[in-house]
């Protein structure tokens, strides 16, 4: 099999300090705690867990929105952790973001033509002329109308202001876009559309997504390959298929079972997991789920499982799968 590997993310942490109150100066948030996967060029990587669980800054620290406390990663084969600052601008235009709230991440006071020509005339692209007639482009490209471009954000619906997200992001043709929630906030009805939207850019542009959500539906119909966070680290990492059909961590299991019954005919045993997930400042010894795992054994709360890859393909951390 060919690979063609477009990011590779080695024990990647990040971790918080925090500066408020009762902990100040002693302790930190591990949200991101030794993560590490690899990326195909093409493909669509997903990342899914609870509220919290630190998929966004998983998603901010790759392209270094936030820096990263430790850890490689390596874009092209180039660890892009060790990039200066003005090296890492310059890269940027290749590791793109889309963000859950359009609204929040578009310039109130800019119009349209300025918020999609604004990345290309940062990163030195084209005349302006070119600028203006790539923006136009976009803008029909995405299921817009080029009579649009000098609205205001405010002007548009939210499905449409996510369509003005995404232009922004595909203007500078990107090898990689990190979509973080990006239909969480849009109407369900809505969310299809944006959803065909990445799909028919995917095909288009030949890009790679990290495609974050907390919605496991989501996630399954539009993700290769999915891997599942619980208090920073990754429990769980397969093909999405053999994710859905066959969860081998417990706690993969627990999320799936709670899951809406899409088919009337179709049987789950739904399981309910004690208690909250514990604080990512203090977790748990051990293995960090143990807390809340029903097949919790002796060894899962003194020793940390390592990701490990098993015979029928995927990855698990669990101290159940010890051959
Ligand atoms: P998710 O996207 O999965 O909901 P986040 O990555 O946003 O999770 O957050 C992971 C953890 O890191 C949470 O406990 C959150 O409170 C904490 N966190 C996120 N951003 C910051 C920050 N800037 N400073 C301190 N803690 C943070
Ligand atoms: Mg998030």
Redesign the pocket.
């Known amino acids: 099999m060919v690979t063609n590997t477009l990011l590779q993310v080695k024990n990647l942490k990040k971790h918080?300090p925090i500066d408020k109150g009762l902990f100040k100066g002693k302790d930190y948030?591990k949200?991101v705690d030794d993560v590490s996967f690899s990326i195909q060029r093409g493909e669509t990587f997903g990342l899914v867990?609870e509220?919290?669980?630190?998929?966004?800054?998983t998603g901010r620290t790759l392209i270094r929105l936030n820096e990263p406390t430790s850890g490689q990663i390596l874009f092209e084969g180039q660890d892009i952790s060790q990039l200066s600052y003005e090296e890492m601008r310059k890269t940027r235009r290749k590791l793109q973001m889309v963000f859950q709230d359009p609204y929040a991440s578009l310039n109130p006071k800019k119009t349209i033509r300025q918020i999609l020509t604004e990345p290309l005339r940062v990163h030195g692209l084209y005349t302006k002329e070119e600028r203006e007639e790539k923006a136009a482009e976009i803008m029909e490209i995405v299921g817009l109308h080029t009579s649009q471009l000098d609205r205001y954000p405010h002007e548009f619906s939210g499905g449409q202001r996510q369509r003005i997200g995404i232009a922004r992001s595909v203007i500078l043709q990107p090898d990689l876009i990190i979509a973080d929630e990006p239909v969480s906030a849009l109407d369900v009805s809505i969310q299809s559309q944006v959803i065909n939207l990445l799909l028919k850019l995917q095909k288009e542009f030949n890009l790679t997504y990290i495609f974050i959500s907390h919605d496991l539906g989501v996630v399954k119909h539009i993700t290769d390959r999915v891997a599942v966070m619980y208090l920073g680290k990754i429990v769980e990492l397969a093909n999405t298929d053999d994710l859905y059909d066959k969860p081998r961590h417990p706690y993969t299991q627990a999320l799936l079972s709670a899951e809406p019954v899409r088919h009337p005919d179709e049987k789950r045993n739904r399981i309910i997991l004690k208690g909250d997930v514990p604080s990512?400042v203090n977790p748990p010894s051990g293995c960090t789920f143990h807390t809340r795992c029903a097949s919790c054994m002796a060894i899962c709360k003194t020793e940390v499982p390592k990701l490990r890859q098993l015979v029928g393909g995927g990855s698990v951390a669990c101290h159940l799968y010890n051959e």
């Open positions: 918080y948030v949200a867990g509220s919290g669980c630190g998929k966004s800054t990512p």
